[in-house]
Nanobody
Framework: QVQIVESGGGLVQPGGSLRLSCEVS????????MGWYRQAPGKQRELVATITDTNTTHYVDFVKGRFTISRDTAKKTVYLQMNSLKPDDTAVYYC????????????WGQGTQVTVSS
């Protein structure tokens, strides 16, 4: 069974940066597209960014130019570099294999909390 462990969250001031990590135990990690998602209090989980097995990236409009998704195949890890953070970025951040719409998943990791506040 695939295990996913997210880390790197924390409390940061507006305008600050964080780098999230997602370690994946999948045997064929290099063949999977990956996605970062987030869920703010009282809101549905939403897709933030995806990266394909060939490192093509896609971002939703509200993070374009601020967030960067990347992957290290040797470490089976996906990263999300978040810059110019805003209070609206406050959420629990998750990753998952495939980069599909969040409603298509039944299993998630524990996520990592990101709080942007002064």
């Amino acid at each position: 069974q695939v295990q996913i462990v997210e880390s790197g969250g924390g409390l940061v001031q507006p305008g600050g940066s964080l780098r999230l990590s997602c370690e994946v135990s999948a045997i064929f990690f290099r063949l999977h597209d990956m996605g970062w998602y987030r869920q703010a209090p009282g809101k549905q989980r939403e897709l933030v960014a995806t990266i394909t097995d060939t490192n093509t990236t896609h971002y939703v409009d509200f993070v374009k130019g601020r967030f960067t998704i990347s992957r290290d195949t040797a470490k089976k890890t996906v990263y999300l570099q978040m810059n110019s953070l805003k209070p609206d970025d406050t959420a629990v951040y998750y990753c998952n294999l495939g980069g599909r719409p969040p409603h298509e998943y039944t299993t998630w990791g524990q996520g990592t909390q990101v709080t942007v506040s002064s």
